[in-house]
């Protein structure tokens, strides 16, 4: 069974920085692109980034160019989000995804709350 648990969030001020862990089982992880998305209240999920399977290969939106970065390890399963240079437009419910099978999984969600 897929699972994706996400750690990490936070209250912190602009400005500030966090690492967001997502732990994942039940797949071969190594084998699949992974994916950050955020939501914030009110508003539409939106993709973050997007990391390869293989990992050489990264995309981010354009709000988080430059601030945001995407990692993992294949041999831990893990997959993280350095956030620095937070911003409170950054504020939201921050998930990792996986397509696997055709289906999307997410995990449950990490908070990350930005304000001075």
């Known amino acids: 069974q897929v699972q994706l648990v996400e750690s990490g969030g936070g209250l912190v001020q602009p400005g500030g920085s966090l690492r967001l862990s997502c732990a994942a089982s039940?797949?071969?992880?190594?084998?699949?692109?992974m994916n950050w998305y955020r939501q914030a209240p009110e508003k539409e999920r939106e993709l973050v980034g997007s990391i390869t399977s293989t990992g050489i290969s990264t995309i981010y939106a354009d709000s988080v160019k430059g601030r945001f970065t995407i990692s993992r390890d294949d041999d831990a399963a893990m997959l993280w989000l350095q956030v620095n240079n937070l911003k409170p437009e950054d504020t939201a419910m921050y998930y990792c995804?996986?397509?696997?099978?055709?289906?999307?999984?997410w995990g449950q969600g990490t908070q990350v709350t930005v304000s001075s």
């Open positions: 039940g797949f071969a992880f190594r084998l699949y692109a």
């Open positions: 995804n996986t397509l696997v099978s055709s289906r999307n999984y």
